[in-house]
């Protein structure tokens, strides 16, 4: 059942991507970026510590720890794609590897540990 998900998830994105070009809503790189950098600064600005204060106050702590995993990890993304925009014209090689429990990424290489949710190196995937 993973495949089907995998796969159905994938067809989400060529959606997404398909009514995005056709509303015009995909624009340069960098306009892209600053989009992604406002996007993942209001989620770990305003959104997720509201579902963090909204977990802890009906001690829901599996859902506060995946909040704050994702929160620390949006913080991640808006810095990643802060530096991608600051260096769009050098367009450096870069590899990325995606914590596959709490969404963390990391440049070139994996960290032995997860800074935002200790998992073991073997939890990351190279995604390019």
């Given at each position: 059942?993973?495949?089907?998900f995998?796969a159905?998830?994938?067809?989400?994105?060529?959606?997404?991507?398909?009514?995005l070009?056709a509303?015009?809503?995909?624009?340069?790189?960098?306009?892209?970026?600053k989009a992604?950098?406002?996007?993942e600064?209001?989620?770990?600005t305003?959104?997720y510590p509201?579902?963090i204060a909204?977990a802890e106050?009906?001690g829901?702590?599996?859902?506060?720890?995946?909040?704050?995993?994702?929160?620390?990890?949006?913080?991640?993304?808006a810095?990643?794609?802060?530096?991608?925009?600051?260096?769009?014209?050098a367009?450096p090689e870069?590899?990325?590897?995606?914590?596959t429990?709490?969404g963390n990424?990391a440049?070139n290489?994996?960290?032995?540990?997860c800074?935002i949710c200790?998992a073991p190196k073997?939890a990351?995937?190279?995604?390019?």
């Amino acid at each position: 059942m993973a495949k089907l998900f995998r796969a159905a998830s994938e067809a989400e994105a060529i959606h997404a991507a398909s009514q995005l070009r056709a509303v015009g809503a995909i624009k340069s790189t960098a306009e892209n970026l600053k989009a992604a950098i406002e996007g993942e600064t209001y989620e770990f600005t305003q959104m997720y510590p509201g579902f963090i204060a909204k977990a802890e106050e009906e001690g829901a702590k599996q859902a506060k720890i995946s909040f704050n995993h994702a929160n620390e990890a949006e913080k991640v993304h808006a810095g990643l794609y802060t530096k991608a925009l600051e260096s769009l014209d050098a367009k450096p090689e870069v590899e990325y590897f995606l914590c596959t429990v709490c969404g963390n990424v990391a440049e070139n290489e994996p960290p032995d540990k997860c800074p935002i949710c200790n998992a073991p190196k073997k939890a990351f995937k190279n995604v390019g």
